[in-house]
């Protein structure tokens, strides 16, 4: 058997990016975070006594989990075609922050077709992976609303770890 990347690949993959970050955009990614609906179980599942600096960290870890997570979760349901992992129409796009209680599955993912013999290639699905992560990105780069960007942060964090899982 072999064993998903789950959340311990996504808290690792989160781990690693927190190491590369100065001290002012740790704080601001704390500052974010703080908006997220889950923010106090994060904060209530690191142990008392942990320094504020490794709380930071830990709870940075455990919001690339979120995207999954919300799978699981009552009030989420699955959007787009074929059980939810082909976008279909509008919302599919839609990025209005934690209003929004879709799945988007084909988030996490771009399945890229490939011919050995020339024959044509359907177009990508979009949104997909990628097209979600420069989209992050730049609401993360622009004037937009923090509750957004809380909640584009938490995505660009999975979704990272999403694409450096082997076979994703």
């Not at 999954?68 to 059980?83: A, E, F, H, S, V």
């Not at 919302?91 to 988007?104: E, K, M, V």
């Not at 097209?131 to 957004?148: E, G």
């Amino acid at each position: 058997p072999t064993f998903a990347w789950d959340n311990e690949g996504h808290m690792a993959v989160a781990y690693v990016a927190y190491q590369h970050l100065n001290a002012a955009t740790k704080d601001r990614v704390d500052q974010l975070l703080r908006l997220n609906p889950d923010y106090r179980l994060w904060k209530a599942s690191v142990p008392n006594g942990t320094s504020a600096a490794r709380r930071k960290m830990l709870i940075f870890m455990m919001a690339a989990t979120w995207p999954d997570l919300i799978k699981r979760k009552p009030g989420y349901t699955d959007d787009g075609t074929d059980r939810g992992n082909r976008p279909d129409g509008a919302s599919s796009s839609q990025n209005i922050g934690y209003a929004d209680h879709l799945h988007h599955k084909y988030w996490h993912f771009v399945d890229k077709p490939f011919s050995t013999d020339g024959t044509p290639l359907p177009a990508l699905p979009t949104p997909n992976v990628e097209t979600q992560i420069a989209a992050f990105r730049s609401v993360l780069a622009s004037n937009d609303p923090d509750k957004k960007k809380s909640y584009d942060l938490v995505w660009l964090e999975h979704l990272v770890g999403d694409i450096h899982q082997p076979l994703h």
